[in-house]
């Protein structure tokens, strides 16, 4: 794209018809949502939500190492061509940016974070080890005294903006997951090579990323370069000041000033509900000739719960419509799992058929949408 030519990211091809949410550098964008909708269930990569701190790195294949470290009895390091070897799984599975929306919630009142619009997602296959295979290789088969976290940083110096001494050294973007999600098999967390079949694009993480079903994509460290067992949750600046929901009264000042940003009960991991109408698309007009108008959208959940409702209203919430959905992922169990422990990773889609005549009825000023899982 010649709007990255005279930005570190140049080398790296992209799609013209992404929208920016920061200029030119570094590129944060998401797609159109009619045009990724149309896509189907499995989007393409080309037009899969980027979300970047910094230039994206040039990482070598070949040289690329992951360092296993931290309080493990068998610490090790591992390259791209070790890694791929090892046993693997291949699953679709939904990467949402925390803020997707927020471009709606900024309207209200204006946050710290970019206004992204209703489409910071991407629903996609990837493959990769799971990661408790790792950890296992490294002597850790269960939490306990020095193991309750796993510390998860990309490359160092890569950064503008850490703390002395953090997790992932300086200059990184690190985070932390427990380690009972990371060794639990139903939770899925990959160390991932691939999306779609193919090796990971720049702008997703080449040569390997963590993914972790139904978390933030906050989380999800691109470029992975150390896994650490720790005993408390990762010190990384970006762990603390980034993927923070505070209190209505609390703003960064303040937050800042009385520490709200280490405070761990504040901190977003999993993935609330939400979703989203992506027809009529923005600035469509609807022939009034028409007897019906198809509505059409998608929505998600965390954790992996299953959406089991996405409804519609036209009367400002006073009554709420019942929408099909349609599509959506088989359930995913772990080996030895049943019941419950179905995981749902993906985003659904769903459609209502409606009179146009509900539209031009006076009562009919905006049309709400809600989507509801199995919690």
Known sequence: DERDLKTPDNWVKRHPNLIRLTGKHPFNVEASLPELYDYGFISPVNLHIVRNHGAVPKCDWDTHKINICGNVPKPFEIGMDE????????FPCLVVCAGNRRKEQNLVKSSIGFSWGPCAIGNTYWTGVPLRVLLNRAGIHKPGPGARYVCLAGPQNELPK????????PGSYGTSIDMETALDPTCDVIVAYEQNGAKLHPDHGFPVRVIIPGYIGGRMIKFLKEIKVTDRESNNFYHFNDNRVLPPPVDAERATEEGWWFKPEFIINQLNINGAIAYPAPEEV??????TYAFKGYAYSGGGRKVIRAELSFDQGLSWELSD???REEPRWADFSSGDKARHWCWCMWTL?????KLLDKKCVEVCFRAVDQS
């Open 162 to 169: 850490d703390y002395p001494d953090q997790d992932g050294g």
């Open 286 to 291: 609807i022939p009034k000739s028409q007897k």
């Open 83 to 90: 890694l791929v070897k090892m046993p693997s799984d291949t």
């Open 325 to 327: 959905i349609h599509t």
């Open 353 to 357: 058929e409606v009179p146009i005549e």
